[in-house]
Each structure stands twice: as C-alpha cells, then as structure tokens.
C-alpha cells in the first residue's frame, strides 16, 4: 500500500510563487519514479514533472523554467517538492503528487488526494 499526501496549495496572484509538497510513503512504497501532474478546470490531467530515485528530470513544456521538482530519499517515506515560480492564470488546477514507473515515458500508478492551486490575474 502506498501513500501520497499533497500539501501547499492556495490563492496566489499572478507572478507570485508556490511550493507544493507530496509525502510518500507505505509499506510496498520502494521510492521509484514520482511525478506531479495537474488537473486544470474541464480539462484532462495532464504531466507536469518527473523525477527518478536519482533525480533525473523531465518537465512539461509548458512549465520549463518556471517549475522545478526535487526529492528528498529518506528511510521510509519520500518527499517530494514542486517550486512554482512566476505563476499565471493558466497554471490554475488541482495538481496531483503521483508514484509510478519507466519505461520509454512515465507511467502513474498511484495518486495523491489532489491539492487546489488558484492563480488570479
């Protein structure tokens, strides 16, 4: 069983910035692959950062240069962070902390309850 946690979502105004914080942890959770998606209003989910047990990265488009993700590997649970700098209207979602594999892409299998963000303009 695998657990996520999302934390630090809010109201923002445009440009300011946003830390989101996921923590992981279970008892079949072996601190793989995590990613952070998002879910913006009518739209589908979508993948906004993954990060390897190593921290290698790969970001949507969308958010290069304005999003970062990291991880903290500890014992028995795995944080993860999604710094969000500069953030506009269009990044307004419920973004969601997710664990999952590698192959040739990334593959979400577990997911997080969702965290609210609200960028107003």
């Known amino acids: 069983q695998v657990q996520l946690v999302e934390s630090g979502g809010g109201l923002v105004q445009a440009g300011e910035r946003l830390t989101l914080t996921c923590v992981a942890s279970?008892?079949?959770?072996?601190?793989?692959?995590m990613a952070w998606y998002r879910q913006p209003p009518g739209k589908e989910r979508e993948l906004v950062a993954a990060?390897?047990?190593?921290?290698?990265?790969?970001?949507n488009d969308v958010v290069k240069g304005r999003f970062t993700v990291s991880r903290n590997n500890g014992n028995n649970e795995v944080k993860v962070f999604l710094q969000m700098n500069n953030l506009q209207p269009e990044d307004t979602a419920v973004y969601f902390c997710n664990a999952g594999y590698y192959t040739d892409r990334y593959h979400p299998v577990y997911w997080g309850q969702g965290t609210q963000v609200t960028v107003s303009s």
């Open positions: 990060i390897t047990r190593d921290s290698s990265i790969e970001y």
């Open positions: 279970g008892s079949t959770f072996r601190g793989g692959p």
